[in-house]
């Protein structure tokens, strides 16, 4: 491609072209300015971050003089002082958006995208096209950043490929399917663990008659995955391959990609009669074309029982799944904010933890992407606004969305609206017959149909008074219907037309027939924020025993006023909450007191569950944890738990007590950080942060800012990570809880002094605190690691038998673990292989019991290192295989990922399958590179050498060799350094 006039390029080698005239950018150091101004065109770029691109981690004593100098020299050399702009924290490049050959691709790209989901094929393949005309090369080609390249280069290559696989799909769909062959060749050469476009391989040649081409791709694709990661195709994969093996005509359909359905659908309603002419239009609007329907009407006039239904009776339109989330928008509870269901919504398609992103717009580009080419029905019950909506829709053409609200709407979504009404007067006794039963139909016809006019003909009306009736005599529902017709105090001050007055009559009457113990509990349930809750959490805001809480909680499910929606769990409609809120205020109900008792039942419970399952994060000042309390018991406490201790941990942090957010906290802390729900802990503790500030607490700043930092590096991002660490001021208890976590970080990214400092002052603060064991233990644990990693093994060892005596007095499951995992690894390296086997094996053990499972990832990994070392081989693949299957479904840390792909390559190679020990060390090469983690870049490296001089590849091997010892000498890796020594004399 040539640039045009007043043009910049990054998509290739660095181009500049300023009035038809090429500007040449001689100097390395300017390019890497230039190229990160305009990755970050039109917003200002941190000086920090300018300074790391050019220099790296390092940065000389004056590299913050020294940038102001390039920028001049810079905007000397592109003629115009006014293009770069001096901001308050950076610089900044002004461009019109089509300057800039990335913005331009950008932007036929979603446009291509936007014609493809329109079905004008055509128009997409060219604009497609015109997208990846603007590549020139490989992106940054010469602009010598290795942190651009490890980052920005990656993922704008990436994003190539994902055009290219849209290209492709458009091409399919238009039947051009030899041109497609060739360049899928090509591109599966290039990426052979790609599966996406062995996929299109096959089917573009099964469309073109070549079905045993086809067929043979298949084996291909097989061989490949096998020989290069050790697995099997994907199950999407196979799918392709059975079809052409059956001919399926589906495949004369667009090409096929990896994709698991999943349904979410509410069970099917029971007892659901009438809206027949509104299913049939929905059901026929959803049918026909995908499209955004609006179910629209009154509170309880059966708007999710509605969607439920249709969304069952179209299934087979969306074959692909089905995805449903109460949006609780008109709950008391906190309506779900869009991370928290698109995070959800990724999850439950399939896409690892460690893949979902935690801003919001690249979820939002996640979730849509997901979606592509899909025919899948979204339904999102309860929703407020539009703006709460808008996020969620999948701007696909296969896909659908269902809405449920009070309103209707209609703009800007564009979807149509269909309103529900109260029910027919013959529905409403239909639905009262049926669970009254065919006796009580026949001999009290007219007392049923009263019934249901008093009740307004409203299904939540109707199913309320169902509950006082189901079960009593014949004889009483005429008594019954005439306590409500005389019993309504609430009609003379209703207003005509009013929706609710009808659900109003029935919660009055369903109210007063109530036992006082039971109306207040009904009262109290309206003050909680969570979407449901136990037997526990009503008897703590009750102020009474459990077994009193669960008795009157039977009542009030009897009576249709709270509902089960789980073991042991009870929820309360929308509606009843307000009801039971308005009961409590005209009672007199001490609210605040009420959720006091809730919250500070959460936080003890929390507490002695985590001191079951992470007793080294436990409170010093805590009471002994209650005795029977098993690791399973406190895990199923925190699952179910899980919304409600969010949400409580949002409701404290905004309307207090505030210090009750910070607390749930640091309680729930070691739970959410090894379960994977990182989007939504990171909300709450970005909450419980604010609320911190706002009070004016430097500790539980400190605090938040370290949970901050821990859940970024479980994440993969040790930057970011230890960008929140920085932010901190630690003083008091806090300084453990900012040095362990820094140590640990700083250790990962390979800087070992700084390290080495936060871990000797873990032990310098352990003196000050005697009453926290854990820190001396952390401390001791830290310096081992760093040890370890620097090739001193008597050292390590000293520091860790220290640390698993001090750890075992002090009953510290997890780093007893860590402790004895650690000096596994240092057994393994001086070929004390046994040893090494069950100081492993009792680490995994102890993380077994505390449901540590990204731990016992890691763990496996370094015990199938020690087993296939010590001979065991059949039993180290074994081993490195569950590893593998296990971080994979957990979706953990890329660094555990990285330990568990070298431990499979060596267990290959061992096997005789160089090969693919080569392939798997890359894989761990990748994702230690990807999250910087150093160390396992040069043991990844150092792998690599043993693989490919095996497999004949001796001049790789050395290359290999260089850039493991050079990596390692720097970082201070001794006894790496030392292996890549030896391994170079070897190579000669």
């Excluded at 995208?113 to 080609?141: I, M, N, Q, T």
């Excluded at 029971?270 to 809206?275: E, I, K, P």
């Excluded at 029935?506 to 007063?512: I, W």
């Amino acid at each position: 491609m040539t640039l045009s006039q007043d043009e910049f390029g990054l998509l290739g080698p660095l181009v500049v072209r300023r009035e038809g005239r090429v500007v040449p950018i001689t100097a390395a150091k300017h390019r890497i300015v230039l190229a990160t101004l305009l990755l970050g065109a039109n917003r200002s770029v941190p000086a920090g971050d300018l300074i790391r691109r050019v220099w790296g981690e390092a940065p000389p004593d004056r590299a913050a003089q020294t940038l102001p100098v390039y920028v001049m020299r810079l905007r000397r050399a592109l003629g115009d002082p006014q293009l770069i702009h001096t901001t308050p924290t950076g610089y900044r490049i002004d461009l019109p958006h089509d300057a800039l050959d990335l913005h331009r691709f950008a932007a036929l790209a979603e446009d291509g995208a936007a014609r493809a989901a329109e079905e004008d094929f055509a128009g997409a393949c060219e604009v497609y096209e015109r997208a990846l005309g603007h590549w020139r090369g490989s992106p940054l080609a010469d602009v010598p950043s290795e942190s651009l390249h490890e980052t920005e280069a990656s993922n704008l290559a990436e994003r190539r490929l994902r055009v290219t696989s849209e290209l492709i799909d458009v091409k399919l769909r238009l039947g051009r399917c030899d041109e497609v062959i060739a360049d899928l060749r090509r591109l599966t050469a290039q990426h052979p663990l790609r599966e996406q476009f062995w996929s299109q391989l096959m089917v573009a040649l099964f469309r073109a008659d070549r079905q045993a081409d086809a067929l043979d791709a298949y084996r291909q694709a097989s061989t490949a995955l096998a020989r290069e990661l050790g697995v099997d195709p994907s199950d999407g994969l196979r799918s392709v391959h059975h079809a052409i093996l059956t001919g399926d005509p589906a495949l004369h359909q667009p090409a096929a990609n990896a994709w698991a359905p999943v349904s979410q659908l509410p069970a099917p309603v029971g007892n659901f009669v009438g809206r027949g002419a509104e299913l049939a239009r929905v059901t026929g609007l959803l049918t026909r074309a995908a499209s955004a329907v609006v179910v629209c009407g009154p509170p309880g006039v059966g708007k999710t029982a509605f969607a439920t239904t249709v969304g069952h009776a179209v299934r087979d339109r969306y074959p692909d799944g089905q995805l449903y989330v109460n949006l609780r928008g008109h709950s008391t509870s906190p309506p779900l904010s869009t991370p928290a269901v698109l995070a959800r919504f990724l999850r439950a398609m399939g896409v690892r933890a460690d893949h979902i992103p935690v801003d919001e717009d690249d979820l939002v580009r996640g979730y849509r992407a997901r979606l592509r080419g899909r025919r899948v029905l979204i339904t999102l019950d309860n929703a407020k606004s539009a703006e709460q909506v808008l996020p969620l829709l999948p701007g696909e053409p296969g896909c659908s969305v269902l809405i449920t609200s009070r309103n209707e709407l209609r703009e800007p979504l564009r979807a149509t609206a269909v309103r529900l009404d109260v029910l027919r007067g013959d529905e409403a006794w239909k639905l009262l017959a049926r669970s009254l039963g065919p006796e009580a139909a026949l001999a009290q016809f007219d007392a049923i149909a009263e019934l249901a006019r008093l009740c307004g003909y409203l299904p939540l009306a109707l199913r309320i008074a169902l509950g006082n009736l189901v079960g009593l005599p014949h004889a009483d529902i005429e008594s019954y219907v005439d306590e409500l017709r005389g019993g309504d105090r609430l009609a003379a001050l209703a207003v005509d037309n009013d929706d609710t007055a009808a659900v109003r009559r029935a919660f009055d009457l369903s109210y007063a027939a109530l036992r006082p113990d039971a109306a207040r509990l009904f009262r109290l349930v309206g003050l909680s924020p969570g979407p449901d809750f136990s037997a526990f959490g009503a008897a703590a805001l009750l102020d009474a025993p459990e077994a009193e809480a669960r008795r009157l909680l039977e009542d009030l499910a009897s009576a249709h006023l709270v509902q089960r929606v789980g073991a042991d769990r009870f929820a309360v409609h929308d509606l009843l909450h307000d009801y039971a809120a308005d009961r409590a205020a005209a009672a007199g109900e001490d609210g605040g007191s009420a959720r006091r008792r809730l919250f500070e039942w959460y936080l003890r419970t929390a507490t002695d569950v985590g001191g079951v399952l992470y007793p080294e994060l436990r409170p010093p000042s805590a009471p002994p944890v209650a005795t029977g309390l098993t690791s399973d018991a406190a895990r199923a406490w925190l699952t179910a738990e899980r919304p409600s201790l969010l949400a409580a941990t949002e409701h404290c942090a905004s309307a207090g007590p505030l210090p009750l957010s910070w607390q749930l906290i640091d309680a729930v802390s070691g739970y959410f950080g090894t379960h994977g729900h990182h989007v939504e802990f990171v909300r709450a503790i970005t909450a419980a942060l604010g609320a911190a500030r706002r009070a004016g607490d430097p500790d539980a700043e400190t605090s938040m800012l370290v949970w901050l930092a821990a859940e970024h590096r479980n994440l993969g991002n040790l930057r970011t990570a230890r960008r929140y660490l920085r932010e901190a001021s630690p003083s008091g208890r806090t300084r453990w809880l900012h040095a362990g976590l820094a140590g640990v970080v700083h250790l990962e990214l390979g800087e070992f002094p700084a390290a080495g400092e936060a871990f000797a002052s873990m032990l310098e603060l352990s003196e000050e605190l005697p009453d926290i064991p854990h820190i001396r233990v952390g401390g001791l644990a830290g310096l081992g690691a760093l040890a370890l990693m620097s090739g001193d093994y008597r050292r390590a060892e000293e520091h860790l038998v220290a640390g698993l005596e001090l750890g075992r007095a002090a009953e510290g499951v997890n780093i007893v673990a860590t402790c004895a995992a650690l000096l596994g690894r240092c057994r393994t390296a001086e070929g004390d292989h046994p040893r090494a086997v069950a100081l492993l094996r009792q680490a995994l053990a102890d993380w077994y019991r505390t449901g540590a499972r990204h731990a016992r990832a890691d763990g496996m990994a370094h015990l199938a290192t020690a087993l296939c070392l010590g001979g065991e081989h059949a039993e180290a693949l074994r081993t490195a295989q569950r590893s593998l299957a296990l971080v994979q479904e957990l979706g953990g840390s890329p660094r555990i990922e990285c330990e568990v792909h070298n431990a499979l390559g060596l267990v290959l190679r061992h096997l005789g399958k160089p090969g693919r020990a080569v392939a798997a060390h890359l894989r761990a090469l990748e994702l230690a590179t990807a999250c910087d983690y150093r160390y396992g870049v040069a043991v990844a490296h150092l792998h690599l050498v043993r693989a490919m001089a095996f497999d004949g590849r001796r001049a790789e091997a050395a290359r290999h060799a260089r850039i493991g010892h050079e990596l390692s000498a720097r970082c201070g890796f001794g006894g790496l350094a030392a292996m890549a020594a030896g391994l170079l004399a070897e190579l000669g």
